[in-house]
């Protein structure tokens, strides 16, 4: 069958790339008259190859020991936190070792999503992932979270998992999901503690009860471009407008890196690449391909916080053009990440989100389309409970009302005589390390199946239950708004940064 192009994904687990594997990659992508890579949210590359040179580019990729598909994705990439360790400040005990031998120990293909975090960042996604791992206090344990496929449903393992078991965990936890697929696919109502039993029935693992609920860092994405130091080296972040990278440059820089013996690269989930151990006399060089290629090192922050879909020009299109309405208003977005989605069941995580809404009539002119906006109760991206802010806008209204909703962001920040429930909890998590004493109760109730928050300062108005009104005086037949769980599958939680 003819085709145009030879679509490719190079996966790189962890987004750890060798510099000689990235030389190797830039030859033979060269050969194959590629001009450029893109880079995706799972941190792996994509290029688009010639037809009569893909046969050959991949025997190439091969050859380098490069993973890769064609055409369609069916083993993602592994996802994790690597890329931030050692530059951004955790102070956890997971180390660049660590990282290193959980993934040397996958000896298969994952076939779900993974993600592997540390818990104390917020540079790197926690539930984007079918099977997340996120980092305990107690050090090489980990909590372990299930997001049933093509769903937003979350639950949680019932106890930390020990460093060496993760791989050997995923595999069993995926081959049970693939084989019983009407159970656990595209099914919000999934039975966790079935698939916890099933696993536990085909090995023992390295396990501790979970002493504590794990507690999500406020998402307050550090800057990450340009050259910053740390220690006695330096660190560059490098993020390209449009997620693509000249062929030519990259092939220079990991000849800098050979060079200057930086072993590795890094990619990241807002498709950028991060560059460690470049010692300061050093610098010159960088400096020198930065400027041949017309790098640009110096993006507003407004432009860096933004998930927008792999490979979508639309998604990028809006994007830009939202930026320029902050640009003009001259709006402050520190501490929110924007997640534009196109396509459903995309899986971009982001504390506001602009989701174009399903048609009938996908032929239709793009004057007709129409945009929902929504944002997370707490504005922290790695939650799942969503409110819709406006929904039904044309393009046009769009900016002015994602500028409204970044004014009331910081409304509720800046209320330091009456914090929102939010922002008090925050504040208490930090209270151990300011030596104040610990947290006040506040009523909030979580549901065990998706995560979803009742809190009683907001009700849920959706369902009826006006903002003050207890989650005991709710209906009898109350159910979770997100994933229709029933109201005894509430528990109460003391934090409603916490997750359980």
């Known amino acids: 069958m003819f085709r145009k192009n030879y679509s490719v994904r190079i996966h790189l687990p962890g987004g750890i ?31 688009k190859v010639p037809d009569k040179y893909g046969p050959a580019f991949l025997r190439e990729l091969e050859k380098a020991g490069l993973s890769y598909e064609t ?45 592997l975090v540390e818990a104390n960042q917020s540079f790197v996604p926690f539930f984007t992932g079918n099977i997340n791992f996120i980092s305990s206090p107690v ?92 220690g006695n080296k330096l660190w560059l972040g490098i993020y390209r407008r449009d997620e693509t990278f000249p062929l030519s440059f990259l092939r220079d820089i990991s000849l800098i890196c050979l060079q200057t013996k930086v072993g590795q690269l890094y990619t990241t989930p807002w498709k950028s690449l991060i560059v460690k151990g470049i010692a300061p006399e050093d610098r010159y060089r960088w400096d020198y391909a930065l400027g041949k290629y017309r790098i640009n090192v110096r993006h507003a922050s407004n432009e860096l916080n933004w998930q927008v879909e792999d490979l979508c020009e639309e998604g990028l299109r809006l994007k830009r053009w939202l930026v320029r309405q902050f640009d003009n208003e001259d709006t402050r977005t520190y501490g929110l990440c924007f997640a534009v989605k196109t396509r459903q069941k995309s899986g971009l995580f982001g504390s506001v989100i602009i989701r174009k809404q399903v048609t009938k009539r996908p032929q239709q002119s793009r004057l007709l389309d129409r945009y929902d906006i929504l944002h997370t109760r707490d504005f922290n991206a790695n939650t799942k409970e969503h409110i819709l802010y406006r929904e039904g806008l044309e393009k046009e209204n769009l900016g002015a009302y994602l500028v409204s909703l970044c004014k009331y962001f910081y409304e509720l920040q800046s209320k330091d005589d ?16 300011q030596g ?3 947290p006040e109760k506040q009523e909030i109730f979580q549901c065990r199946h998706c995560l979803t928050l009742y809190n009683v300062k907001y009700g849920d108005p959706v369902n009826g239950e006006p903002a003050g009104r207890r989650f005991g005086d709710t209906a009898a037949d109350y159910e979770c708004p997100v994933c229709g769980g029933p109201k005894e599958d509430f528990r109460a939680l003391q934090k409603t940064a916490s997750i359980q």
């Open 436 to 438: 104040i004493s610990g």
């Open 71 to 115: 055409d369609e994705e069916k083993y993602p990439n592994i996802v994790s936190s690597y890329v931030g360790s050692g530059i951004f400040e955790t102070g956890g005990w997971v180390t660049e070792g660590l990282y290193k031998d959980i993934l040397d120990g996958f000896d298969f293909r994952p076939s779900l999503k993974i993600n």
């Open 139 to 230: 050090g090489n344990y980990w909590y372990l979270y299930i997001r049933w496929p093509l769903t937003g449903t979350i639950y949680p393992w019932k106890e930390w998992i020990y460093s060496r078991d993760i791989p050997r965990i995923s595999r069993l936890i995926e081959e049970e999901i693939a084989r019983n697929k009407s159970l656990y696919s595209d099914n919000p109502s999934a039975d966790g503690d079935l698939l916890y039993r099933q696993v536990q029935e085909r090995g023992s693992f390295v396990t501790q009860p979970i002493r504590e609920a794990l507690r999500l860092p406020p998402s307050n994405l550090p800057y990450y471009e340009g050259f910053n130091r740390y």
């Open 418 to 433: 009456l914090p929102s429930p939010e922002m008090a909890d925050l504040e208490r998590e930090q209270a151990p390390r």
């Open 17 to 47: 790339m060798a510099a000689g594997d990235l030389y190797a990659l830039a030859e033979a992508a060269g050969k194959a008259k590629v001009e450029e890579l893109q880079f995706g949210t799972r941190q792996q590359l994509f290029c």
